[in-house]
């Protein structure tokens, strides 16, 4: 009865050991991606949000993601890591020249995707550091102007319904966040897939842009990037819209990279 005992506690072991070999193998993460966010701030809340969002999306679709909250580690040997470079709040200031090289790098030779929240259009001369000239190209030859605080809900007008990040996206919706004014529209840079429909700010608001794109995508680098305007208020990730865009957008950046027209290599 011992023996018989014995065996089926080195069977049930065996079984074990392979259920753990084969769950070791499913779990080889799909790409790894790196976020970054300032420490404090007044994003901070976003970040937390967003961190525990992000947690449990690469938790679920088996990614993995590491968090920096400054520009410190970035060089072309960091970056060789990673598939996906997520700007969750972070502006293009002050970066260390290593990591703005390796950066424009990564984005120019397409070595991995890019998803920008919010903060990367704080274009301009900031702290005391000149405007990032490369950068502001990246984002459609724009400089920040002045942002409109507080929370303000408006309509979205999407451009592209067909674009991969638009899918499951309404054709219009309106979401709630602070919205940064340019010195003008980024359009004829970068390919527009959702703009901001100035009448319908909620408290109306008298700064306007006329053309006011909120998402887009450049098209004349290698790396596949979105920018999305929205990314200041937690509350962001409790509406449904925004969290698909988040998904579909990481899930559309880590793909293949674009050729210098724009189109998917293959
Ligand atoms: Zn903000």
Redesign the pocket.
Known sequence: MKKHLISLILYLFFICSIHFAIAQTAQKPRFKAVAIAEIGG??ALFDVAAKAWLNKLAADSNFTIDYISDTKSINKDFLKQYQLFIQLDYPPYPWEKDAQDAFEDYIKNGRGGWVGF??PTLLGVFDGYPMWQWYSGFMGDIEFKR?IPGGTAAKLTVEDPAHPVMSGIPASFTTKD?W?IYNKSPRENVHVLASIDETTYNPPKDVKMGDHPVIWTNEHVKAKNIYIAM??FPELFDDGNYTTLVRNAIFWAVGKSQDSRGQESR
């Open positions: 007044g994003h919010h903060h942002h602070e940064y990314g200041h």
